[in-house]
C-alpha cells in the first residue's frame, strides 16, 4: 500500500516511520523540510508540497498541530484541494475540532475525494510502538480500506459514525486528561508541602483504584521536574479550548476543566509551552512559590 503522510511532528514521525517498517510505501511532507530526512533514511519519499503527494498517493494521511495547520494545508495554495479527485482520499489524525473536519470534509467530498477524520489516544510512545487508539468517523468504505495501516499505527480502531465524532470523542478524552494532570499536580505538591514524601504518594496512588498509567510514567519524571516533551503542553491547552467551546455548544458546565486550563495558560505564559504536558505541575509549584518562579522565568 502506498501512502502519503503530512505532518512529521513528534506524532507523524513516529506513526510513518512504523508504516515504512511495516512494508509500507510512504511519501512525507513536513513544513521544515529537515525533519524528513530521517524518514528518507529509512527508505521514504518527499514531496515538495501537500498537493504533490496527493497527486502521488491514492491515500493521504495527515498529523499536524492544530486547527489552523489542519486548515491551511488543505485549502492553503500548494494544498489537498488542488489535487484531490475521485479515487483519492485524504485520513486527517490530527486533534482538532468537529468543525474543522466537516468544513475539510466537505470541500474534499465536493471534488469527489473522501474523507476520513481519524484523531488518536496515545502519545510519543504508543506511536513509537503502534500502540495507538484510533477514533475514526467519516467515509465507511474508506475506513475500512485504510485498516491495515490503522493496524500498524495503532492496538485499537474505532469507527464512531459521522465526520465530528472522532474529533469529540479525542476532546472529551483529552479534557478528562488535562484535568487529572492538574489533580495529580496539586497532589504531588500538596504532599510535598505536608511533609510527605512524593515518590511515596506514587507508590501508594499505584496499588490503589485511581492507578493509571500516566500517573505511573510521568510522575517520578514530574518529581525530577523534567517534562520532555512527549505531548507539547501547547497542544494540551488547545485541546481544552476546543472541549470548553464544545461544552459552550452543548450547554455542559465544566468547571474542573475550566480550572485546568487556566493552569495551562499559565504555563503558557511562563514560557511553558513546548514542553510536555506534565510541566503545568511547575505552575501549581510557582503558584505558591514566588522565589521559585523568579527561577523559572
Ligand atoms: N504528542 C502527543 O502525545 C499527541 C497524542 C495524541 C494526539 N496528538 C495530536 O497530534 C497532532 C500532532 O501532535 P505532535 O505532538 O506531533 O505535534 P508537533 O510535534 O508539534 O508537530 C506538529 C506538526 O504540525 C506541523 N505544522 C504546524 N503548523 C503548521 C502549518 N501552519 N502548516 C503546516 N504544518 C504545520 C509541524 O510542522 P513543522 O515541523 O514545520 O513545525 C509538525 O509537523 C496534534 O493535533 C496533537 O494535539 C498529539
New binding site residues.
Given amino acids: 500500500m502506498e501512502v502519503g503522510f ?9 506513526m510513518s516511520m512504523n508504516l515504512l517498517r511495516h512494508g509500507f510505501k510512504v511519501t512525507v511532507w ?3 523540510l529537515s ?1 524528513s530526512h530521517e524518514l528518507v533514511e529509512h527508505g521514504a519519499s518527499v514531496a515538495e508540497t ?1 498537493a504533490e503527494v496527493v497527486r502521488k498517493c491514492k491515500y493521504t494521511i495527515a ?4 486547527p ?3 486548515l ?2 488543505v485549502f ?1 495554495k500548494d494544498g489537498i484541494l488542488e489535487q484531490i479527485c475521485a479515487g483519492k482520499s485524504y485520513v486527517d ?4 475540532d468537529a468543525d474543522t473536519s466537516s468544513k475539510i470534509n466537505e470541500a474534499i467530498k465536493e471534488r469527489g475525494g473522501y474523507f476520513l477524520e481519524a ?6 510512545k ?2 513509537e510502538d503502534g500502540q ?1 487508539v484510533i477514533l475514526a468517523a467519516g467515509e465507511k468504505a474508506l475506513y475500512e480500506e485504510v485498516i491495515p495501516a490503522f493496524n500498524v499505527m495503532g492496538k485499537k480502531s474505532f469507527y464512531l459514525g459521522q465526520v465530528g465524532n472522532g474529533a469529540k470523542m ?1 476532546l472529551v478524552v ?1 479534557m478528562i486528561m488535562g484535568s487529572m494532570m492538574n489533580a495529580f499536580s496539586e497532589g504531588l505538591v500538596l504532599a510535598g508541602r505536608s511533609g510527605l514524601e512524593p515518590s511515596v504518594l506514587l507508590d501508594v496512588l499505584d496499588l490503589g483504584g485511581i492507578a493509571n498509567p500516566m500517573f505511573r510514567l510521568k510522575g517520578p519524571t514530574m518529581i525530577q521536574g523534567s517534562h520532555s ?4 503542553l ?3 491547552q ?2 481544552m479550548r476546543l472541549a470548553l467551546a464544545l461544552g459552550d455548544e452543548t450547554a455542559t458546565s465544566m468547571p474542573v476543566a475550566a480550572a485546568a486550563n487556566e493552569a495551562f495558560k499559565k504555563a503558557r505564559s511562563m514560557g511553558l509551552g ?1 514542553l510536555d ?1 506534565s510541566a503545568v505541575y511547575e505552575t501549581v509549584k510557582t503558584l505558591e512559590e514566588p522565589s521559585r518562579n523568579s527561577q523559572l522565568r
Fill in positions: 503530512l505532518g512529521l511532528g513528534i506524532m507523524g514521525k513516529a513536513n513544513r521544515t525533519k501537500p498529523m499536524l498541530s492544530d489552523s495547520a489542519a491551511s494545508v492553503g489524525m490530527s486533534t482538532v484523531p488518536v489516544s496515545g502519545s510519543k504508543p506511536a495507538l479525542k483529552n516533551p512527549a505531548f507539547p501547547k497542544h494540551q488547545k485541546d513546548d504536558f
